[in-house]
């Protein structure tokens, strides 16, 4: 039966492959709530922007009248909780807006989930036994693993670096804390490193690509030996949806792509695939520069996705090779998509849009 999603984060990269997949092959309907952040961009959406079972609100997560606005209008089946404060590097610069959307505005959702789910089991109850709050968290919150050996379990202890991981491990325990105390159906998932098409360029992928096309540097942290799991945004966003659906309320599951690559190695591949489609005289290869690490960088994240292979028959369509080669082409040939965000007239589209209505 079609249920009503409400997606935050729904114009951010994730939020937004996840709207496309929901509105582009499922007959569910789809309430988008997005601040507009740097991070949140409507063109993202364009590809399902005439669907009539598509509905876009601007407004902050961490606003508790908009968003109980939000419920009372839309009444959704399934909250899934996206909206974030999400790069690494900004969160060391400065860690308030972390704080405030990934701490201060999940507890927002999670009070007004509470609230809209207990006056459900009075009036509805069979809609109330379907709803599901979940938590699209990170493999962060684990911290790192220590050597080649190991992977994260959804049982391995919490051990954040960063304050980007810090807020989001924050947020994690609020949830099962929902669950645990006031008995709100929740699910938490926790993925690794996404790539894929609309991918904000300050993320390595992306900034690499486009970085090489316009014969700029490369910049590798330390000695780019660090180790991370990719997994294409279109999987992960399938994963989620298949997690909503059919997992179990209170559970954790770990999503990951099986694809364990040092970001040296990510970004040669990318030079690589470059020089076949756009080939040039200097070889991008030699515009890689190392510069000094980042403080607390992880080494090593590899997450093991058994349980959700085993319970919901989840594995991942993509290959790293045939990803990353559909993602540099999709960068070659959606300009107009990046040009926006370089120039910063994708902004301008936020004009006119009222906030919340
Ligand atoms: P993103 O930065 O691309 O998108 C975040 C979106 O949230 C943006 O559209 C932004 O405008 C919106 N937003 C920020 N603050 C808000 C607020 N206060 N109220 C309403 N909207 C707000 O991030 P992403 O990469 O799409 O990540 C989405 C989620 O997935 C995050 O919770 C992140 O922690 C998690 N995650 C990301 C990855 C990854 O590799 N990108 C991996 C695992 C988990």
């Known amino acids: 039966m079609a249920k009503t999603f409400l997606i935050t984060g729904g114009a951010g990269f994730i939020g937004s492959a996840v709207v496309r997949e929901l509105i582009g092959n499922t007959d569910h309907r789809v309430v988008s709530v997005d601040k507009l952040t740097y991070a949140g961009n409507l063109a993202s959406l364009e590809p399902i922007a005439d669907s009539p079972r598509h509905v876009f609100v601007r407004a902050d997560i961490g606003d508790v009248p908009a968003m ?3 419920f009372e209008q839309h009444r959704p089946d399934v909250v899934m909780h996206l909206a974030a404060e999400s790069h690494v590097d900004r969160s060391i610069e400065g860690p308030a807006d972390f704080i405030h959307t990934n701490l201060v505005g999940t507890s927002v959702l999670l009070e007004v989930s509470r609230g809209y789910w207990t006056a459900l089991k009075g009036s509805v109850p069979e809609k109330a036994a379907d709803f599901r709050f979940h938590h699209v968290s990170t493999d962060e919150v684990y911290g790192d693993l220590d050597g080649a050996e190991g992977l994260f379990a959804e049982t391995t202890p919490y051990a954040p670096s960063s ?12 949830v099962r804390a ?14 690794s490193n996404n790539y894929g098409p609309y991918h904000f360029p300050e993320k390595l992928i992306p900034l690499m690509i486009l970085n090489a096309l316009a014969g700029k540097p490369l910049p590798i942290y330390g000695d780019g030996q660090q180790i991370r799991d990719w997994l294409h945004v279109e999987d992960h966003a399938r994963a989620l949806i298949k997690v909503a659906m059919q997992g179990r309320a209170g559970e954790t599951y770990n999503i990951g792509g099986l694809n364990e690559k040092s970001n040296l190695e990510v970004v040669e591949t990318i030079c690589d695939l470059l020089q076949e489609r756009v080939p040039q005289d200097t070889r991008y290869r030699d515009l890689i520069t ?13 997450i093991d996705a058994g349980k959700i292979a085993r319970e919901l028959d989840w594995v991942p369509q993509e290959t790293f090779e045939s990803g990353l080669c559909r993602t540099v ?15 910063g007239s994708y902004l301008g589209q936020r004009l006119g849009l009222t906030d919340a209505f």
């Not at 304050?163 to 609020?174: C, E, I, Q, R, T």
């Not at 645990?180 to 929740?186: I, K, N, S, V």
């Not at 082409?329 to 120039?343: F, G, T």
Request: glycine share 6%.
């Open 163 to 174: 304050p980007y991981a810090a807020s989001k491990a924050g947020a994690d325990h609020l």
């Open 329 to 343: 082409e999709w960068y070659l040939s959606n300009e107009d998509w990046w040009r926006c965000i370089q120039d």
């Open 68 to 70: 109980q606005q939000v």
């Open 178 to 191: 929902w669950h645990r105390t006031f008995g709100l159906p929740t699910l938490v998932t926790h993925c």
């Open 290 to 302: 190392f510069v000094a690490d980042r403080p607390g960088h992880d080494r090593r994240y590899a």
